[in-house]
């Protein structure tokens, strides 16, 4: 199958109605390599590669790795990676990139204003995302609606334009609650994160996520100074425009 192959007719009968295995097994059946899992080793993701391991086909996952993740973040990488038999693609920043905005700004200037934290996200999370996106058709990735205000109406498959090319965008647990994936996972032992048990909602870089505190909401923990100002809270990588036809 080809990506020029799909319109919103065919993502609305027959893709949006697909469960989460479903759609896993048609996206690795259907477009092969073309086809991958990002994660960031959220608890979603930890569930979507077990699911997308029960299919019996081979799959890819891709990481972002922005040279300032937390130890526990590479460890889970590697229980993954011998769990499932599976090397993860590892996408870092540019080094051209990073060694100019550290030497005009500093290591830390995601402190100084929402501009240079989007900067910071940019070279180190975007442009390498970007490249891991070029390889793939399908991006298969670990947004669920109850994760934001901003993704509350995130869709399980839409297609988006990443550089100016059709990609089709595939949210398996979009509609999956939270508790259910933590049930899902300690049900089927799925290696995750542990810092999701020492309070953490949503794990990014070391300094920019934090664990939360008792009544906070989901991402309050990510770049916390903003709290109160800036309650949309991405980094780029998952506000791609639309696309299809
Ligand atoms: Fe930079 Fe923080 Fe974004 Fe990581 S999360 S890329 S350190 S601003």
Redesign the pocket.
């Known amino acids: 199958m080809q990506i020029s192959d799909i319109n919103n007719d065919f993502i609305e009968s027959s893709l949006s109605s697909m469960d989460a295995e479903e759609i896993l097994k048609w996206s690795f059946e259907n477009f092969g390599t073309r086809a991958a899992i990002g994660s960031s080793f959220q608890l979603t993701g930890s569930v979507i590669i077990d699911i997308t391991s029960k299919t019996g086909l081979d799959f890819r996952v891709f990481t972002v790795d922005?040279l300032?993740l937390h130890d526990e973040t590479y460890k889970v990488m590697e229980e993954v990676e011998s769990k499932y038999g599976i090397k993860v693609e590892r996408f870092a920043p540019d080094k051209e990139k990073l060694d100019s905005m550290v030497s005009r700004f500093g290591e830390y200037l995601?402190f100084d204003s929402k501009a240079k934290?989007e900067y910071?996200?940019e070279v180190?999370?975007v442009e390498p995302n970007d490249r891991a996106l070029d390889t793939v058709d399908v991006w298969i990735s670990g947004l669920r609606n109850d994760q934001s205000k901003s993704r509350k109406n995130i869709s399980k498959v839409e297609m988006v334009v990443i550089k100016g090319r059709d990609v089709l965008k595939i949210n398996p647990l979009v509609n999956w609650s939270v508790d259910e994936i933590k049930k899902y996972i300690a049900d089927n032992n799925v290696p995750y994160n542990k810092l999701f048990d020492e309070g953490y909602d949503s794990i990014?870089?070391t300094?920019?996520s934090t664990p939360l505190n008792e009544g906070e909401a989901p991402r309050s923990g990510r770049w916390r100074w903003f709290n109160g100002s800036d309650d949309n809270k991405e980094?780029g990588i998952h506000i791609p425009k639309k696309g299809g036809k």
Do not use: E, H
């Open positions: 922005t300032r995601f934290q910071c996200c180190r999370k990014g870089c300094i920019c980094c």
